[in-house]
């Protein structure tokens, strides 16, 4: 690694002393890690322009730590995230959303990351009621973890349901986090969103100044290893960012695997997108599969993963988790479910094993940052814009423009009886 300048180093010391939250300081007195809040990664994007951040689902301590040091090579800011299927109370994953921001914290500390991460609780989903009184406890339990920013995904529920959900668990939020909003379940090509969907969502949360960083939308992707014949509406997101201008809220793009790195460079270049989800091609890369430019882990003739010798996890695991994976009846979506119980199996290889499968996934991350997401050094954008606040806590980027008046309990609902339906089937949105 290049040695910083005596200038970027004085930058990056008062960076660590002014950016940090408080629930960062308290958990790490003493750390180096520049753990800062969601809202200075998304600054840094648009301070670069047409910049995506990675935002690396942390399956396992590999995928992290590789992608910490794809950042750390890129000079680039990144999202360290897991989302509630991976990481919440009924986790698939050992990484987890109360002990992400410690296993992020020593990986910096250990490999001397000095770039900007934020560590994020992605979709954090609200199925009804019962979730979101639950999430009254969780929310906080999670910042009090070191959690610097979060999804609220309430897109499965009515667009009033999912704007009333929003609304009231935003309290649990501290003013300084990231803050990402959903409308859509993502679920390819039906029930896409639009952009009366969208405004919706934005105005009635703008009207009670609530000011997202993000939307995520359904905007034609799928989770998982599957490709669609269409993939991710470029257009069809640019016009819905493009109408949300006035509300100043980025996009945040799911389900980055199943995309061509062509089709990912023109959400990029043409929509206001500066969060992109990269989860299970980099836990495929670290257990050693082959992967494709889609993200995609290929299939042999007989339909099985391509294990390529000499990577990734050795062929004796390998042969446990596939046999593992028969005896259970998983499908190859469903390989994500191994995480939890071969975590420690994985931890248990030799030293050249673990250090070939973190390396795997930093060279594709690594080209995906420079060659993809165009967010190279915007490291130098994020601590720019901790200096510029003075603070842990920039802002929002938006002003109420909405009328409270017109976005009561009552109105919310009526105006979205106006809107109709049409959603299709239920969705993927847990990863």
């Known amino acids: 690694m290049t040695t910083p300048s005596p200038q970027k180093m004085n930058s990056f010391e008062k960076a660590i002393e002014i950016g940090r939250p408080p629930t960062i300081v308290s958990l790490f007195p003493h750390s180096r890690a520049l753990i800062v809040s969601g809202k200075f990664i998304d ?7 047409k910049a995506i951040a990675m935002a690396a689902n942390g399956r396992n301590q590999f995928v992290i730590e590789g992608a910490l040091k794809a950042a750390q090579r890129a000079n680039a ?16 994953c050992a990484v987890n959303y109360w002990n992400i921001a410690r296993i992020v914290n020593d990986l910096c500390n250990q490999f001397q990351i000095t770039v900007p991460v934020a560590i994020h609780a992605d979709h954090y989903g609200i199925k009804g009621p019962a979730d979101v009184d639950t999430a009254r406890t969780e929310i906080p339990s999670m910042f009090d973890a070191g959690m610097t920013s979060i999804a609220i995904d309430a897109s499965h529920l009515p667009d009033d349901q999912n704007l009333i959900a929003s609304i009231a668990l935003h309290p649990y939020i501290p003013q300084w986090a990231g803050y990402e909003t959903e409308v859509g379940e993502i ?16 105005q009635g949360l703008n009207s009670h100044d609530i000011f997202p960083d993000w939307i995520a939308l359904n905007n034609g992707t799928t989770h998982g290893i599957e490709a669609g014949a269409e993939g991710i509406q470029v257009e069809l997101t640019a016009k819905i960012h493009d109408a949300l ?39 495929m890369l670290s257990w050693g599969l082959t992967v494709n430019d889609y993200g995609n882990a290929q299939l042999d003739e007989t339909g099985n993963f391509i294990k390529l010798e000499n990577e990734g996890v050795t062929e004796a695991v390998w042969k446990k988790m596939t046999a593992y994976a ?8 469903d390989y994500k479910k191994l995480n939890l119980p071969f975590e420690n199996h994985l931890l ?5 094993i673990r250090n070939r499968m973190v390396r795997r996934v930093e060279d594709f991350a690594y080209t995906m940052m420079v060659d993809v997401f165009n967010c190279k050094d915007t490291a130098d954008f994020a601590i720019q814009a901790i200096l510029s606040a003075g603070t842990c806590d920039p802002g929002p980027k938006a002003t109420r423009i909405e ?7 009552d109105k919310i609902k009526t105006r979205a009886s106006a809107m109709g339906g049409g959603k299709g089937p239920a969705g993927n949105v847990d990863d």
């Not at 600054?43 to 322009?49: D, E, F, P, Q």
Request: without cysteine; charged residues 20%.
């Open 43 to 49: 600054r840094a994007m648009l301070a670069k322009g």
């Open 77 to 92: 800011a990144i999202i360290i995230e897991i989302a509630k299927s991976e990481g919440g109370t009924g986790a698939y």
């Open 187 to 202: 679920k390819g090509k039906i029930g896409l969103s639009t952009v009366e969907e969208a405004l919706f969502l934005i």
């Open 245 to 283: 201008k006035p509300y100043h809220v980025s996009g945040a793009q799911h389900g980055t695997s199943g995309n061509s790195s062509e089709r990912l460079r023109k959400i990029a270049a043409l929509t206001r997108t500066t969060k992109a989800n990269v989860a299970t091609a980099l836990q």
């Open 326 to 333: 028969e005896a259970k009846g998983l499908k190859k979506g």
């Open 348 to 352: 248990a290889q030799p030293a050249d």
């Open 403 to 409: 009328a409270p008046g017109d976005w009561t309990l």
